[in-house]
Nanobody
Framework: QVQLVESGGGLVQAGGSLRLSCAAS????????MGWFRQAPGKEREFVAA????????YYADSVKGRFTISRDNAKNTVYLQMNSLKPEDTAVYFC????????????????????WGQGTQVTVSS
């Protein structure tokens, strides 16, 4: 089992920044690729960003490319999502997830690859 706990969400004005954190416990963190997803009210959960087990490879949804950065610290068992130039359409509950995946990082947009999910943290961007 892997337990994931997100933090860092909140209310921010458009154009502002937030950094989300996801702390993992349980199994060996470095054995898992990590991803961030988000879900807005009335919409399906969508992929945001993913990072390989070592942190050497990343993958982003087109909607956040150039604005968001995913990173990880395997010594701290934590994955981060730095969000800059936030827009009202970024408003959602953000979830981190863990996948026991060592394939191409571009496959990590698939929800079904992830075995463990956090409870989510709310991000609200006001216009």
């Amino acid at each position: 089992q892997v337990q994931l706990v997100e933090s860092g969400g909140g209310l921010v004005q458009a154009g502002g920044s937030l950094r989300l954190s996801c702390a993992a416990s349980g199994r060996t963190f470095s054995n898992y690729a990590m991803g961030w997803f988000r879900q807005a009210p009335g919409k399906e959960r969508e992929f945001v960003a993913a990072i390989s087990r070592s942190g050497g490879n990343t993958y982003y949804a087109d909607s956040v490319k150039g604005r968001f950065t995913i990173s990880r610290d395997n010594a701290k068992n934590t994955v981060y999502l730095q969000m800059n130039s936030l827009k009202p359409e970024d408003t959602a509950v953000y979830f981190c997830a863990a996948a026991r995946w060592n394939g191409v990082v571009s496959s990590l947009g698939r929800k079904d690859l992830y075995a463990y999910w956090g409870q989510g943290t709310q991000v609200t961007v006001s216009s």
